[in-house]
């Protein structure tokens, strides 16, 4: 019932919000439609990556399966090669992330088990670490499972980002007043780590991912997208185009734009230019890592462009909303 009301609140906010016509037209902007998914088993896209050693690859997973696997998809929607995840659970996927180990070049990817539509049903939460593998065919790969708690209680979560210069891992949760929570810098995979609130979050953030260069990272809501400084600083936020449920983000290899995705069969994913106070910067200096990679205390209580007073109203009118849909269903299913 939990997930069912989510979508119900973000359907109606949905109406509430969006014009009766597009918000964008595709050439106007830049933004453009990069390909759909041609592979009738993506059905509930919520992840999505580029590739960070295949040149024109990208990943997705599902939203919750029957077994924990991914999908490497070439520039036409088109899956190159299926993948399965040994030793790991889809209880309920939500994101991921691609990174690229500094000693080895290996690109590695990231799984994040931290759906919780309860808020609390589960006593924690993972995270698989999968090294990506080097040729695109169909296979089983390992993975490495770090398990995760709140310091502050449970949380329903769809984000999970890497800052590329620390190797920090990141969960953004999905509140009405969302945070971002930071990962010990050293994960253990023999206990469970704890994840500690640096930053507030967006209003109902879907998910989150950190530009190539570490020097800002990106938010999705089901409405549109908010850039920020690794302090948790507003940038700004993004257009982003009219998708029926969007769940996924991602910056492309050179930072200078974004890729967003929904659920459902055949979605598309489309590529959104950034604007150019949030194009990348130079590549920073190992001296320099820890200004992009803040400590855990600071900025514990920063509502990081989280809830704000319009918030406040749309998602009031859209729980009012809301209830009476969700009544009329329960009175005609009596």
């Known amino acids: 019932m939990g997930d069912f009301v989510t979508r119900v609140l973000a359907a109606v906010a949905?109406?509430?919000?969006?014009?009766?016509?597009?918000?964008?037209?595709?050439?106007d902007d830049g933004t453009e439609k990069l390909f759909?998914?041609?592979?009738?088993?993506?059905?509930?896209?919520?992840?999505?990556?580029?590739?960070?050693?295949?040149?024109?690859?990208?990943?997705?997973?599902?939203?919750?399966?029957?077994?924990?696997?991914?999908?490497?998809?070439?520039?036409?929607?088109?899956?190159?090669a299926t993948f399965q995840v040994r030793g790991a659970e889809a209880r309920d996927w939500e994101a991921m992330a691609a990174t690229?180990?500094?000693?080895?070049?290996?690109?590695?990817?990231?799984?994040?088990?931290?759906?919780d539509n309860l808020d609390g049903a589960w006593p924690n939460v993972s995270v698989y670490k999968v090294t990506e593998p080097r040729t695109l065919k169909d296979a089983t790969l390992p993975a490495v499972r770090y398990r995760f708690r709140y310091a502050e209680g449970a949380r329903n979560a769809e984000g999970v980002m890497i800052n590329p210069v620390t190797g920090r891992l990141y969960v953004v949760s999905k509140e009405f007043s969302g945070s971002v929570y930071a990962a010990p810098k050293k994960l253990r995979d023999d206990k469970v780590n704890v994840l500690r609130k640096i930053s507030g979050a967006p209003i109902m953030a879907t998910d989150a991912a950190y530009a190539p260069d570490g020097s800002s990272y990106v938010v999705r809501t089901y409405f549109s997208a908010t850039l920020f400084k690794p302090t948790g600083e507003t940038i700004t936020k993004v257009t982003m185009p009219e998708l029926k449920q969007a769940e996924s983000i991602a910056y492309t290899a050179d930072g200078k734009a974004l890729l967003t995705g929904t659920e459902g069969p055949a979605s598309p994913v489309y590529r959104v230019p950034l604007p150019d106070a949030a194009r990348p910067t130079a590549t920073p200096s190992p001296a320099r890592a820890e200004e992009r990679d803040p400590p855990v205390a600071a900025q514990a209580d920063s509502s990081g462009g989280g809830l704000t007073a319009t918030d406040v109203l749309i998602w009031l009118a859209a729980a009012a909303a809301a209830i009476g849909v969700i009544t009329f269903l329960a009175r005609k299913t009596r």
Request: hydrophobic residues 40%; glycine residues 10%; negative net charge.
């Open 14 to 27: 949905a109406l509430l919000l969006l014009p009766a016509a597009p918000a964008f037209a595709a050439d």
């Open 100 to 115: 690229k180990d500094p000693e080895t070049g290996r690109g590695v990817l990231w799984f994040a088990d931290i759906g």
């Open 36 to 80: 759909v998914f041609k592979d009738p088993r993506i059905t509930e896209s919520s992840g999505l990556a580029v590739s960070p050693t295949h040149d024109g690859v990208y990943y997705t997973h599902n939203d919750s399966a029957a077994a924990p696997t991914f999908y490497a998809v070439d520039g036409r929607g088109r899956t190159r």
